[in-house]
Nanobody
Framework: QVQLVESGGGLVQAGGSLRLSCAAS????????WGWYRQAPGKKRELVAA??????NYADSVKGRFTISRDNAKNTVYLQMNSLKPEDTAVYYC??????????WGQGTQVTVSS
């Protein structure tokens, strides 16, 4: 079993920054790809950013403001969020896709951006 624990959410004013972290623990797994998703009230969960090996991709709404990175030695993924907007308010979830063990989700962390 692989467990993902997220941290770093909170309340920030528009224009501010937050850094989310998601650490994977367990045994016998190797992470192939990481993703950050978000879900706002009344909306579907959407992909915000993903990283596979050294390649990254972002939702158009966050390009130039968010940066995803990973530390393979720590089995951790980060999401640096700058120039936050009220429309970024959502619960953010990390997802880990592993070799031969399937995919896993974190518990979610709330990000609230005030105007």
């Amino acid at each position: 079993q692989v467990q993902l624990v997220e941290s770093g959410g909170g309340l920030v004013q528009a224009g501010g920054s937050l850094r989310l972290s998601c650490a994977a623990s367990g045994s016998g797994f190797l992470i192939k790809a990481w993703g950050w998703y978000r879900q706002a009230p009344g909306k579907k969960r959407e992909l915000v950013a993903a990283i596979i090996s050294g390649s990254t991709n972002y939702a158009d709404s966050v390009k130039g403001r968010f940066t995803i990175s990973r530390d393979n030695a720590k089995n951790t993924v980060y999401l640096q969020m700058n120039s936050l907007k009220p429309e970024d308010t959502a619960v953010y979830y990390c997802n880990a896709d592993t070799y031969r063990r399937g995919g896993y989700w974190g518990q979610g962390t709330q990000v609230t951006v005030s105007s």
